[in-house]
C-alpha cells in the first residue's frame, strides 16, 4: 500500500492533473507530490527511478516563493528537469504534518524545519540517496542559477566538490562588469577583529556581473530604515575571489576568497553577520527586497536573534507592528 501511494504521487507530478501539495492554502504547482513524509522509504523509492529527494520549505505569503514559483516553476526546461530527475517534496515551514527523517525520529513539519537549521522560505535542500544534505538553497536564486544548482545533485557532483564551489562557477549575466561602492564601506587594512563593546559586523560578499548585487546597490542601500540600521554596524565589503588580505573577527589572517570559501559562500550578495565578540550569528544568502534587508539588519542590531531565533517570525511581528501603526507594509516594492 505505501507503495502503491507513492507511485499514485509520482503519477500526478508528471501529469496535467492538479496535485493536493500547498502551503496553507497555495497550491504548489503539479511537479510537487505528497507522500507519507517517510522520507528514508521516499528516497528509497525515489532511487529506483533514478531520482533524488528535492525538499521545499515555504510558508504562505512568502513574496519570494512566489516569485519562485512564478519564475522557474513556470519554466518548462526546469519543471521536466525537475520531474526527471527529482521527488520534490513541499513542507510548511510553521506546519504540524509529522514527517519521519533517516534517524528514525518523528518531528513536526515545524521541528523538522529547526532541525535542518531553514531559517529563509524558500528553501530547497538535495539529498543523496542516504539521506545527506549535499546542496542547500537558502532563499530566492533566479532561474538560472536555480537551475544550475539542480544540476549539482544531478551530474553527481558532490563527491568531486563543494555545493559553494560549484554554485561560484555559474556566471552572473546582464549586470555590471564592476563593483559597486558605498562610502560607508570599511576601508584597508581590512581588520574584523571584534572585541565587547565593539558595533557588530556585517560582512557583504559580492561578483562582478551580479544584477542582484546591483539592485542591491541601487534600491537596499537607499532607503533610509536601512541606512538607519546599517548605522549600528561596521559594514566590510569583499569580491568573492578577492585576494585582498584580511584579519577575520576571530583574529586570523586570510585572504577574501579563502575567507569566503571557509564560510562557504554559494549564492551574491550574501550578508555574514558578526556579534560583538566575533561570532557568526546569522547571515543572508539570498536576493532580498528592501522590507527584508533592512529587517535582518534590526534582527541582528537589536539583539532580537538572540530571543527569537526564527528570522521569518521576527519579520511576521514587525509587519503586525506596522500595520497596527497604520504604516504602509511593501514587501516586494
Known amino acids: 500500500m505505501r507503495r502503491l501511494l507513492f507511485a499514485a504521487a509520482l503519477f500526478f507530478a508528471v501529469s ?4 493536493l501539495a500547498q502551503i496553507g492554502e497555495e497550491v504548489l504547482p503539479p511537479v510537487f507530490v505528497e507522500t507519507l513524509l517517510e522520507l528514508p522509504d521516499d528516497a528509497a523509492q525515489a532511487a529506483k527511478s533514478k531520482k533524488r529527494l528535492l525538499l521545499y520549505f515555504g510558508q504562505p505569503g512568502c513574496p519570494y516563493c512566489k516569485e519562485l514559483m512564478q519564475t522557474s516553476f513556470t519554466q518548462k526546461a526546469i519543471v521536466d528537469k525537475v520531474a526527471k530527475h527529482f521527488v520534490p517534496i513541499a513542507f510548511n515551514l510553521f506546519g504540524d504534518r509529522e514527517v519521519t527523517w533517516f534517524d528514525g525520529k518523528v518531528r513536526s513539519e515545524k521541528e523538522f524545519a529547526k532541525f535542518l537549521k531553514v531559517q529563509f522560505t524558500p528553501t530547497l535542500l538535495l539529498l543523496d540517496e542516504k539521506g545527506n544534505i549535499i546542496g542547500r538553497i537558502n532563499g530566492y536564486y533566479p532561474p538560472h542559477r536555480f537551475s544550475a544548482a539542480l544540476d549539482y545533485s544531478i551530474r553527481r557532483l558532490e563527491n568531486k566538490l563543494p555545493f559553494a564551489e560549484h554554485m561560484k562557477a555559474v556566471p552572473q549575466t546582464g549586470a555590471s562588469a564592476t563593483l559597486n561602492e558605498q562610502a560607508f564601506f570599511m576601508k584597508p ?3 574584523l577583529v571584534r572585541k565587547k563593546g565593539d558595533k557588530p559586523l556585517a560582512v557583504l560578499f ?8 546591483d539592485e542591491l546597490h541601487k534600491e537596499g542601500f537607499k532607503r533610509e530604515k536601512t541606512q538607519a540600521a546599517m548605522s549600528r554596524f561596521d559594514i566590510a565589503r569583499f569580491l568573492l575571489s578577492g585576494r585582498e588580505t584580511l584579519t577575520t573577527p576571530d583574529g586570523r589572517s586570510s585572504t577574501a576568497e579563502a575567507w569566503g570559501k571557509e564560510l562557504g559562500i554559494s549564492y551574491t550578495p550574501s550578508v555574514v553577520f558578526f556579534d ?3 561570532k557568526e550569528v546569522f547571515r ?14 534590526e534582527y541582528v542590531g537589536s539583539g532580537a536573534y538572540k530571543k527569537e531565533p526564527e528570522f521569518q517570525r521576527f519579520l511576521q511581528n514587525k509587519a503586525e507592528h506596522m ?3 497604520g504604516e504602509k507594509l511593501e514587501l516586494w516594492k
Open 16 to 19: 496535467p492533473a492538479p496535485t
Open 189 to 191: 587594512p581590512y581588520n
Open 206 to 213: 559580492e561578483t562582478r556581473h551580479c544584477a542582484p548585487c
Open 276 to 278: 560583538d565578540r566575533g
Open 284 to 297: 543572508l544568502e539570498a536576493y532580498l527586497r528592501p522590507f527584508h534587508f533592512a529587517g535582518s539588519f
Open 323 to 325: 500595520k497596527q501603526a
